[in-house]
């Protein structure tokens, strides 16, 4: 039962368009959610976070934006630049004493095309 | 500062041996949690750590799997009689604080498994 999913396996994008990357998840009690960037042969690199009690955070050229009725979230990269191909999870964790272990969707590949 | 580091970079183990893999976190972090991420994955939470407390282990797929933090600091993965469904990478990652915070988690590069 995967309780963090990203549908878009894939996303291409021009340089200089908006990337928009989407995630839905089914727990309730997650209550922050931070997005990941993985480049190959390396860890993922933490790019950006929401707490459940906010619906945007903005740092730069990434926003990200919560919709806790719908249970959904999405980072957006504007401009999207060469350099932000990667592949991109949407992570989620709930305040628990043993430990805020993340879980995270299946990642989506972005392409941005000179 | 140093970020996380993993050790080996890459292992290959023939079925049935055991391996034995190594992370160091952040220097001063007391969170460190071990992942798995299979081919065209997202990771998978295995096991955590807060200083040399295994508080929880949950995620480890089965009693093959057992992970130390003895000292509170270097954390070692160990798994015995591999089989080719371990073939993963093992993503190791560290926060500054104890559980129960919105913290992030930063991650080092990973050891990429291959059984044969």
């Known amino acids: 039962d995967q309780q963090v999913k990203q549908n878009s396996p894939s996303l291409s994008v021009q340089e200089g368009r908006i990337s928009i990357l989407n995630c839905d998840y089914t727990?309730?009690?997650?209550?922050?959610f931070l997005w990941y960037k993985k480049y190959p042969a390396e860890g993922p690199t933490f790019l950006i976070s929401?707490?459940?009690?906010?619906d945007k955070n903005e740092d730069g050229r990434f926003t990200v934006f919560l919709n806790k009725s719908a249970k959904h979230l999405s980072l957006h990269i504007v401009p999207s630049q060469p350099g932000d191909s990667a592949v991109y999870f949407c992570?989620?964790?709930?305040?628990?004493?043993?430990?805020?272990?993340?879980?995270f969707g299946g990642g989506t590949r972005v392409l941005v095309k000179p | 500062g140093a970020g996380v580091s993993q050790s080996p970079r890459y292992k290959v183990a023939k079925r049935g041996q055991d391996v034995a893999l190594r992370c160091d976190p952040i220097?001063?972090?007391?969170?460190l949690f071990w992942y798995q991420q299979a081919l065209g994955q997202g990771p998978e939470f295995l096991t955590y750590?807060?200083?040399?407390?295994?508080?929880?282990k949950s995620g480890l797929p089965s009693d093959r799997f057992f992970a130390e933090r003895p000292e509170g600091s270097v954390s070692t993965l160990k798994i015995q009689r591999t089989q080719q469904e371990d073939s993963a990478v093992y993503l190791c990652?560290?926060?500054?604080?104890?559980?129960?915070?919105?913290?992030?988690?930063?991650f080092g590069p990973g050891t990429r498994l291959l059984v044969l």
């Open positions: 990652a560290s926060s500054r604080l104890a559980g129960g915070f919105q913290e992030t988690q930063y």
């Open positions: 727990n309730s009690m997650f209550d922050y």
């Open positions: 929401i707490s459940s009690i906010k």
């Open positions: 992570a989620a964790s709930e305040e628990r004493a043993a430990g805020n272990k993340l879980t």
């Open positions: 220097s001063g972090h007391v969170s």
């Open positions: 750590f807060q200083n040399e407390a295994q508080l929880d």
